[in-house]
């Protein structure tokens, strides 16, 4: 058993305050630019920014899961935590001005199962959440700069 850790970044050509209120609005903003790959995506509890919780569905390969995520922001307006409360998934957004434009950087972390099993979860699974993640971003460089005028 052992940490497992994927991380991937973009350049977007939208002020870094915009991408950020994309990725930190689970009401309005976050749910348009998902992957079909997640599913089901409820409130719990605020909608933006520090102290929401959010449940969904993720689909990654053929593996399918629930999560129940605790949102911080350790950094306002900068970096936005999503901390899973069934295990030990924790995915951090950080967004960082860059020229006319920024730099989103996102990366989870979570402990690998052992065995057989987690051999194939520490071979597969970051190349599958990686190919997600840029997916993801790519997603949300579309959005932003396509309601650039939201913040």
């Known amino acids: 058993m052992g940490r497992i850790s994927v991380e991937t970044t973009r350049q977007i050509p939208v002020e870094a305050a915009r991408v950020f209120t994309s990725i930190a609005d689970f009401k309005t903003h976050r749910p348009q630019w998902l992957l079909p790959a997640y599913s089901e995506l409820q409130v719990e509890q605020g909608g933006i920014g520090a102290g929401t919780i959010v449940r969904y569905r993720l689909k990654v390969g053929p593996r399918e899961r629930a999560y129940r995520m605790q949102i911080a922001e350790p950094k306002p307006g900068v970096m936005l935590t999503e901390q899973d409360a069934t295990s030990s998934l924790l995915t951090t957004w950080t967004v960082s001005p860059?020229?006319?434009?920024?730099?989103?950087?996102?990366?989870?972390?979570?402990?690998?199962?052992?065995?057989?099993?987690?051999?194939?979860?520490?071979l597969f699974a970051p190349r599958g959440l990686r190919r997600l993640y840029d997916e993801q971003l790519a997603r949300l460089a579309s959005y932003a700069a396509d309601h650039s005028d939201h913040a």
């Open 98 to 122: 860059n020229g006319t434009g920024c730099t989103v950087a996102v990366a989870s972390q979570w402990n690998g199962a052992g065995g057989i099993g987690g051999f194939f979860e520490r």
